[in-house]
């Protein structure tokens, strides 16, 4: 599997992003994917997950209530809607999965390119 993470941008505080993971490979709708990120200076952290099916989620406590993570196994491709976006949440945004998991990212070990979201104040 190939992950292609897109959708960056600069966006004011409080506005809205979307970003997409275009997989490639069958094995991308079986397996748990997720979505982190790094900030300049900062190690990199988790942001969200999802099952194969999408059905269950998983979110950090800092994005909880704001992002949303979903799925399309049909077009091989994973979303994050990132909703009420605030300046700390700036960085470069990762999509990944565990080839290993199919609910949760444990361990992940595929990793696509990062994509930038600054989110002026």
């Known amino acids: 599997v190939q992950l292609q993470a897109s959708g960056g941008g600069l966006v004011q505080a409080g506005g809205s992003l979307r970003l997409s993971c275009a997989a490639s490979?069958?094995?991308?709708?079986?397996?748990?994917m997720g979505w982190f990120r790094q900030a300049p200076g900062k190690e990199r952290e988790f942001v969200a997950s999802c099952s194969w099916s999408g059905g269950t989620t998983s979110y950090a406590d800092s994005v909880k209530g704001r992002f949303t993570i979903s799925r399309d196994n049909a077009k091989n491709t994973g979303y994050l809607q990132m909703n009420s976006l605030k300046a700390e949440d700036t960085a470069v945004y990762y999509c990944?999965?565990?080839?290993?998991?199919?609910?949760?990212?444990?361990?992940?070990?595929?990793w696509g390119q990062g994509t930038q979201v600054t989110v002026s104040s």
């Open positions: 490979g069958r094995t991308f709708s079986t397996r748990a």
């Open positions: 990944a999965q565990d080839s290993a998991n199919r609910y949760y990212v444990i361990k992940a070990d595929v």
